[in-house]
């Protein structure tokens, strides 16, 4: 997102990339600790670092592509040329602001305030929620990362589609029948660049700060799931992983916890072996829409009041659409 939307954002999202620093200092301090007593030689811990690593450096190009392709978008791109495109009529314009995201990628961290810019700008609040949740779920990259991950899986790639821009869309037309103003904290009006910044310095700065904030959660998010498979015993995992349902409401949590990129995320699902292609498909499709830091960005945008409903609500549709999903096409 371009630096003009830096002085919008909120101090949450600052906050969090703060955190992240922390946390990986405190990591590097811990493997310090562990190598010093020489458990980083045990077959538990190499097993761990294989997996870190092996989910990162496969995640990593991804990443760096989503982010610049975001970075030059929000920098180039007038915010006015998503409200020429969209119908007039609020309920059609919703599945058309869903599908944008397709060809307009961007991630999380973006879609927030590229939202609230929309709003601004006069779109109805239903269609820019909807690209808001299906531009990091649907984008070129986020397909062809999930192709990847998923090397003869085609079925997994339309059902990460199909679920995602099924409940881009149902959020978009609850909150057109439901959706009430006084929830909604209208965002800043005030627009245009930073003064003395062109458009390169706009798109490199805003590269900058995506592709480090998202790498930090990356990697926090490889780390996770890297222990999450060295640690946790299989009798621990047969019980969620056994169940249909827990399962897919075990891998949502997850990935509302975990808050990794949507370009990365798929590397972590697949590494999630022991859980069915459902459960798998709810942790792809529910990270990108509602995560902690997402829950932090949308409150400081949009207010406390809009955060809380609207991630609640969208992480139930989400997973009722991935179960959808999953029994049509996994």
Known sequence: MPPAIYDRAPRAAGSLVVSGGVSLV?????????????LLTHPAFEA??????????QALPFLLLGTLVSGAINAFVPAGAFGK???????????????????LPGCECASVPVAGSLIRRGVTPAAAFAFLLSAPAVNPVVLVSTAVAFPGSPGMVAARLVASLATSAVMGWLWLRWGREEWLRMPSRR?????????????????????????????????????????????????FAGSPWLSVLFLAVLAIVLAVCSEADAFVAASLTGFSPTARL?????????????????????????????????????????????????
């Open 48 to 57: 761990w670092q294989t997996i870190a690593v092996a989910i990162t450096v």
């Open 282 to 330: 709810a942790f792809m499709v529910v990270g990108p829409m509602v995560d902690v830091k997402l829950i932090a960005l949308q409150a400081g945008t949009f207010g406390r009041a809009f955060a809380v409903r609207f991630s609640a609500v969208t992480a139930v549709t989400a997973v009722v659409c991935c179960v959808l999903t999953g029994w049509w096409l996994l």
């Open 85 to 103: 495109v969209l119908p007039r009529r609020p309920a059609l314009a919703v599945p058309v602001a869903s599908a944008a995201g397709v060809v």
């Open 191 to 239: 627009t245009g660049h930073r003064e003395g910044h062109s458009r390169w310095e706009e798109f490199r700065l805003g590269f900058r700060h995506d592709f480090l904030h998202a790498g930090g959660f990356l990697v926090v998010g490889a780390m996770a799931a890297a222990t999450f498979n060295v640690a946790v015993p299989d009798s621990v995992l047969d019980v």
């Open 26 to 38: 405190l990591v590097a301090v811990l493997v310090w600790v562990l190598g010093s007593g020489g």
